[in-house]
Nanobody
Framework: QVQLAESGGGLAQAGGSLKLSCAAS????????ISWFRQAPGKEREFVAG????????MYADSVKGRFTIARENTKNMVFLQMNSLKPEDTAVYYC???????????????WGQGTQVTVSS
């Protein structure tokens, strides 16, 4: 099994920045793709960004492209999401998830973290 744990959420002002972290552990965790999803109250869970565990492939949602950056430190089994130029519409619970391939559908992901709240004030 794979265990995922997010951290780094909090409160930011519009135009500010936050950095989220996702720590992966457990058997079979080393070769998995890690992605970030977010879900606002009453809305569907949406893909934010993903990074291949092997190689340098990345993928971003159009809504965050140019503002968010996903990166990894494999020696620590961690993935990060640097969020800049935050907007109120970025407010959501952010989850990290693991899959065997880069994909935008949450149905393709087998493992999920507990989520971390990001709130952006206007």
């Amino acid at each position: 099994q794979v265990q995922l744990a997010e951290s780094g959420g909090g409160l930011a002002q519009a135009g500010g920045s936050l950095k989220l972290s996702c720590a992966a552990s457990g058997r079979s965790s080393s070769r998995l793709t890690i992605s970030w999803f977010r879900q606002a109250p009453g809305k569907e869970r949406e893909f934010v960004a993903g990074i291949g565990w092997i190689g340098r492939s990345t993928m971003y949602a159009d809504s965050v492209k140019g503002r968010f950056t996903i990166a990894r430190e494999n020696t620590k089994n961690m993935v990060f999401l640097q969020m800049n130029s935050l907007k109120p519409e970025d407010t959501a619970v952010y989850y990290c998830a693991a899959s065997t391939q880069l994909a935008t559908s949450p149905r393709r992901y087998n493992y999920w973290g507990q989520g971390t709240q990001v709130t952006v004030s206007s």
